[in-house]
């Protein structure tokens, strides 16, 4: 028999009302992980808890889940009124400082200890206390014992007194001095959960909530309510997780980031950047940019000399024709009847981005702005320019290729000599030298405008360009086979790097220097970086680290507009 009504489900726990639409936005689990990726360089798989502990979620999406926590709040903060009411703290003081006094006054102590001794009593001062305990010797005899008594005797006072500080009691009850410290442990476990449960009800992290702290307090039911609104927690998480690219190999293991997580924290950089730009100043909607190009648009023009025949709309062509000339056959066309789609030009760019990793990038944590730069510069081509090229270079001693899945673990190199006057050479032709012998710290940026000409000659467009991010002057080059290392920045290798800045000229390659803040910034760094802007004919920015990825995005997307117009 068919059942009216068809299946009926019924859902524990479940308030249609509080509990959010599964179309509500996620919380982002990537970014953090990202953030701390680009800091270490390197990501070490988040546990399950270690997840939960990270996210933010909305305080709404744990509405309705378990027992609440304000009720779990009043029940700790009514427990804690009860204590304050009961007892009073000036006769334990009193009991506190007598014990002190007695137990010190039982101490016989060797004369040559006895200033250091009545010091240590008068100033109540443990360490004092601790040296004449090793002064001792014979940690079984009545002196050293008698010292670790006076020892605890004059904690208990100290935790006493901070107990009277800290609380404010009103009861009438008085408690010996173990009494007293049992409470004062009690209201700190008290004060601990209670903060730990406004952070859960502001965050909804459940996980931070210490169960077994709790469990001293709370109703058994209560916990079991808990710890079934944690566990739910726990699966939202995991399968928020999984949707924004965090994988988990196995049950249990650790979560790792893939592609698609990549691509959502591009998307977040990318969506900040623009967000943060001045709509009056940097509109990202322009006017077409019509002519003989590649992607035909639905708008049409009356044909042109010089004006491809592929572009030619038929239809539109035909019936202008037949309107002009009625029903005479056969049918001419005349070039006034002919109309043709306009055209959007879509250049290509290649763009060679040279990240400086040398020991100074370490100050204020510009490293982290310049990986954060690169993968935002790598998503937005990605995702809007794809015809584009791309290429990295970690610049160091030396410069290096890097693909963009290496970005995030690139870390500015150890300093490993601190002479404050350093004249080396090495011949890296020698067989004998491998580059993990050479010192990474210094900049060496001939060699990395070297390797960005390599990669952008060849390239089949003549919009190329090279991002320079650097925090100042060179202080590597090489000449031949000869590395060279040489600090304070030596006017020979600006000269080197000045030959190499012409040579990308001379390919019609553009260097645009971003010059990011550094402790060791001086005059002359800023006066370096105008002067290959000013020979080669490229640009020089100076911006702080935290703005990078703005600057360097939005200028490339402005200079893109440039080649087009």
């Not at 919380?27 to 990202?34: E, K, M, N, Q």
């Not at 935790?159 to 009691?169: G, H, I, P, R």
């Not at 981005?353 to 370490?362: K, N, P, T």
């Not at 270079?393 to 870390?411: C, D, Q």
């Amino acid at each position: 028999m068919r059942r009216i009504g068809g299946v009926i489900h019924a859902y524990q726990k479940y308030d249609p009302v509080q509990f959010p639409p599964p179309s509500a936005p996620p919380p982002d689990l990537v970014s953090s992980a990202f953030e701390q990726a680009m800091m270490y360089g390197n990501y070490r798989e988040l546990t399950e808890e270690e997840l939960a502990n990270a996210v933010r979620l909305d305080p709404s999406q744990i509405a309705g889940l378990g027992p609440s926590l304000d009720m779990l709040r009043a029940m700790l903060e009514e427990r804690k009124r009860k204590i304050l009411e009961t007892y009073e703290t000036y006769s334990v003081q009193k009991k506190a400082r007598k014990a002190f006094q007695s137990a010190a006054k039982r101490v016989k102590v060797p004369k040559k200890m006895e200033s250091l001794f009545r010091q240590a009593i008068h100033r109540e001062q443990p360490y004092l206390l601790e040296r004449l305990w090793f002064q001792a010797g014979d940690d079984g005899g009545d002196t050293a014992r008698g010292l670790l008594n006076v020892t605890e005797r004059m904690s208990d006072k100290h935790q006493v007194q901070e107990l009277a500080s800290k609380y404010d009691f009103t009861g009438q009850q008085s408690m010996s001095v173990p009494k007293a410290l049992e409470v004062k442990e009690e209201l700190e476990k008290i004060d601990e959960l209670l903060k730990q449960l406004e952070q859960a009800a502001e965050t909804a992290q459940i996980g931070i909530i210490d169960m077994d702290l709790l469990s001293e307090f709370a109703e058994p039911g209560d916990m079991q309510s808990l710890e079934e609104m944690r566990q739910q927690v726990e699966n939202l998480v995991r399968e928020h997780a999984q949707r924004q690219g965090l994988e988990q190999d196995k049950p249990g293991g650790g979560f790792r980031l893939t592609p698609q997580a990549y691509k959502i924290f591009q998307g977040k950089l990318l969506q900040r950047i623009f967000s943060e730009l001045q709509p009056s100043r940097s509109g990202r909607h322009h006017g077409d940019v019509i002519g003989e190009g590649a992607v035909e648009l639905q708008q049409t023009k009356p044909y042109e000399f010089g004006d491809s025949v592929a572009n030619i709309d038929l239809p539109q062509t035909v019936t202008n024709a037949l309107l002009r000339h009625g029903d005479q056959r056969p049918l001419r066309l005349h070039s006034d009847d002919i109309v043709v789609h306009k055209t959007r030009n879509h250049p290509k760019c290649a763009t060679s981005v040279i990240m400086d990793m040398s020991g100074s990038m370490r100050y204020d944590g510009q490293y982290i702005n310049v990986k954060r730069m690169a993968l935002a510069l790598q998503g937005l081509i990605t995702s809007e320019y794809p015809g584009d090229f791309l290429r990295f270079i970690e610049m160091y001693t030396f410069a290096k290729l890097r693909a963009p899945g290496e970005i995030i673990e690139l870390m500015p190199k150890p300093v490993t000599i601190h002479d404050p006057w350093v004249q080396l050479k090495c011949d890296m032709s020698d067989d004998e030298i491998s580059e993990h012998q050479i010192h990474p710290h210094f900049t060496n940026i001939q060699h990395a405008l070297q390797l960005s000409r390599q990669n952008l000659v060849n390239c089949d467009t003549p919009n190329r360009q090279i991002v320079l991010i650097t925090d100042g002057l060179p202080t590597a080059h090489l000449e031949d086979e000869w590395l060279y290392m040489l600090y304070p920045p030596d006017p020979r290798t600006e000269a080197a790097t000045m030959r190499e800045a012409m040579l990308c000229n001379k390919e019609g390659i553009t260097i645009n220097i971003f010059l990011v803040p550094s402790w060791s910034q001086s005059e002359e760094d800023i006066r370096f970086a105008r002067r290959m802007a000013e020979t080669t004919g490229g640009r020089v920015f100076f911006t702080s680290g935290n703005n990078l990825d703005r600057f360097v995005v939005w200028d490339y997307v402005n200079h893109r507009r440039e080649i087009i117009g």
